[in-house]
């Protein structure tokens, strides 16, 4: 039998601590012996932090919501060839801090494109990939705004993504809300206002359970 490794992502909107608690979660599995690829979106090829400038940073480059999601999804395509798949082959722990749900989150239930459509280019993209677990970081969109707010201080670059108000960010959470609910086999919903501790001991004892012993 080939070595499977383990799929997980890490989804949330903007100042919810998902990439504080993707790194938390990597040093703990690597700390126990595992191997960890840690990867984000949009960037972890070449080609991915080249769309990502476009995509997150080009002011004066216009994008529908579709366009969006196809680059999204053309940089994840690259990324699940690169990377996660033979990752995956050679048994390690995938951890992504944003994968698909993004997309349908983001552009989907943020921006309005069809959800049917975008699935249908996630399905594409990745051949089918699914995370074997999807921690979603939850906080009030209020509680978000200001954590942004403070660690955006200092940094002054353009940010499509954040550039945006508040009832984006409302029907973001929502849209988050509504993914998890549909899919409690894959989601589990983390609620991200608590010690950052807390949530990673929750966390781990959540990805314990799919861990089966290494036999090195
Ligand atoms: P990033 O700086 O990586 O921040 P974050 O910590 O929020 O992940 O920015 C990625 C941005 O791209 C973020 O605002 C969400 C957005 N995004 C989408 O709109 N659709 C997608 O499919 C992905 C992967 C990201």
């Known amino acids: 039998m080939s070595p499977a490794g383990l799929f997980l992502s890490f989804e949330g909107g903007e ?3 998902k990439s504080v608690q993707a790194r938390a979660l990597a040093d703990w599995l ?26 997150l940073h080009a002011k004066d480059v216009s994008l529908a919501p579709a ?5 999204f999804s053309a940089a994840r395509a690259q990324l699940v060839a690169e990377v996660i798949r033979p990752a995956l082959a050679a048994g390690a722990v995938v951890v992504a801090d944003r994968f698909f749900d993004s997309t349908l989150a983001y552009q989907g239930y943020g921006y ?7 699935m249908a280019i996630t399905r594409f993209a990745t051949a089918d990939l699914r995370p074997r677990r999807t921690f979603l970081l939850d906080v009030p969109v209020d509680v978000g705004s200001a954590r942004r707010a403070a660690r955006r201080s200092g940094a002054n670059r353009w940010d499509r993504f954040e550039s945006d108000g508040r009832q984006f960010h409302d029907r973001l959470r929502a849209g988050y809300l509504e993914l998890a609910a549909a899919d409690t086999a894959r989601f589990v919903l983390v609620p ?9 001991a929750e966390i781990q004892a959540s990805v314990a359970e799919l861990l089966v012993p290494s036999r090195s």
């Open 192 to 200: 991200g206002e608590r010690a950052l501790e807390v949530i990673a």
């Open 112 to 118: 309005g494109a069809d959800l049917a459509g975008l």
């Open 30 to 55: 690597r700390s126990n012996g595992r191997e960890v690829v840690l990867t984000r979106e949009p960037g972890g090829t070449l080609f991915g932090e080249r769309v990502r400038e476009v995509l």
């Open 15 to 17: 100042g919810s601590g």
């Open 67 to 71: 366009a969006q999601a196809l680059l």
